[in-house]
């Protein structure tokens, strides 16, 4: 993916949008980059009123499916300290604040997202991971640079599996039923 490594590493880091059908694979490559580009500390969780998420002196990640109703005011009281507030710890002008699952993010509270990141382009950068693009309101996937990952191909899959799996005690039929699995989870799972 070297769109998405010349981004992060540009001098100006644009906002980013990344869909596919495999979430997990898109987390694991972006927060790959991020530790190549910038040297962060490790993530540490932070629980704030039922509200979970992890932070480095780089980034933040919050999951979108730990939000509901009930929290969404004290998500954005949480979303508007780190925007507002300098980072002392890093060498960047900007902080990174990550959404994780956000096809599950109502269109109104998108509304809201799209105005914070207008209105702070200068102090943060957002990067949205979804599994259903459409799920997007116009106006955000507009500010935003939009990376699709595709599927696994077939011999990215073998690859994979070669990396994890002792294949010599394994009949060639292995290989063929997992040309049906679409997860990388799943094969990284098998050894």
């Known amino acids: 993916m070297n769109i998405l490594k010349n981004a992060i ?36 969780l932070i629980n704030e009123k039922d509200i979970k998420y992890y932070k ?17 005011d004290f998500f954005f009281t949480i979303i508007d300290k780190i925007i507002k507030t300098s980072n002392h710890f890093s060498n960047l002008k900007y902080k990174i604040i990550i959404f994780e699952n956000f096809e599950l993010i109502k269109q109104s509270i998108q509304n809201i997202l799209r105005v914070k990141i207008e209105k702070y382009r200068i102090t943060t950068i957002f990067f949205l991971i979804t599994s259903n693009i459409g799920s997007i309101i116009q106006p955000l996937k507009s500010r935003c640079l939009c990376i699709r990952f595709p599927l696994l191909t077939k011999k990215e899959k073998r690859d994979l599996i070669k ?11 292995f290989y063929d039923k997992l040309y049906e699995i679409d997860d990388t989870n799943v094969i990284l799972s098998l050894d």
Not at 163 to 173: A, G, P, Q, V
């Open 56 to 72: 480095t002196d780089i980034y933040y990640i919050f999951n979108m499916s730990n939000i509901v109703t009930k929290n969404i």
């Open 9 to 44: 590493q540009s001098k100006n880091v644009p906002n980013i949008i990344l869909y596919g059908c495999d979430k997990n694979s898109q987390k694991e490559k972006l927060y790959d980059l991020l530790k190549e580009s910038y040297n962060h500390s490790e993530k540490i």
């Open 163 to 173: 990396t994890k799996i002792n294949y010599k005690e394994l009949d060639s039929n």
